[in-house]
C-alpha cells in the first residue's frame, strides 16, 4: 500500500473534518497531489490539487473557500482540511499522486491512489 487515507468520520452540516494522506513511497516531496471524491451514485470528481512544494493549490468552485489542501514533505503527507462542511459534501475521498508533472484536475494524470475514507455530513 503506497497511499494510506485517514480522518473520514460522520459530522453534522457546519462541522469540520480533517483528512490526511500519508504517502510511503520516496518521491512525495516531488509529486503533486490531489484530492477527488465520489458520492453514490456519481462520478469521481476533483476536490483540491497541490504543488510538489505546496506553493501552488487549485481547489473545485465547490470548495473554494471552504477547504484547504496542504502537505508536510518532511511527514510524506498531504492534508485536506474540510470547514463548514454541507450534506452535498458527503461522498468517499481519494488521495492520489502524479508522479511526474504538475497538479492538475483530471484524474487520469494521477498514477497511485489510496484506498479512500469516508466522509458524511448530516443535516
Known amino acids: 500500500v503506497q497511499l494510506v487515507e485517514s480522518g473520514g468520520g460522520t459530522v453534522q452540516a457546519g462541522g469540520s473534518l480533517r483528512l490526511s494522506c500519508a504517502a510511503s513511497r520516496h518521491t512525495f516531496s516531488v509529486s503533486a497531489m490531489g484530492w477527488f471524491r465520489q458520492a453514490p451514485g456519481k462520478e469521481r470528481e476533483f476536490v483540491a490539487a497541490i504543488n510538489w512544494s505546496g506553493a501552488m493549490t487549485d481547489y473545485a468552485g465547490s470548495v473554494k473557500g471552504r477547504f484547504t489542501i496542504s502537505r508536510d514533505n518532511s511527514k510524506n503527507t498531504v492534508y485536506l482540511q474540510m470547514d463548514s462542511l454541507k450534506p452535498e459534501d458527503t461522498a468517499v475521498y481519494y488521495c492520489?499522486?502524479?508522479?511526474?508533472?504538475?497538479?492538475?484536475?483530471?484524474?487520469?494524470?494521477?498514477?497511485?491512489w489510496g484506498q479512500g475514507t469516508q466522509v458524511t455530513v448530516s443535516s
Open positions: 492520489a499522486q502524479r508522479t511526474f508533472g504538475n497538479y492538475d484536475v483530471n484524474e487520469n494524470v494521477y498514477a497511485i
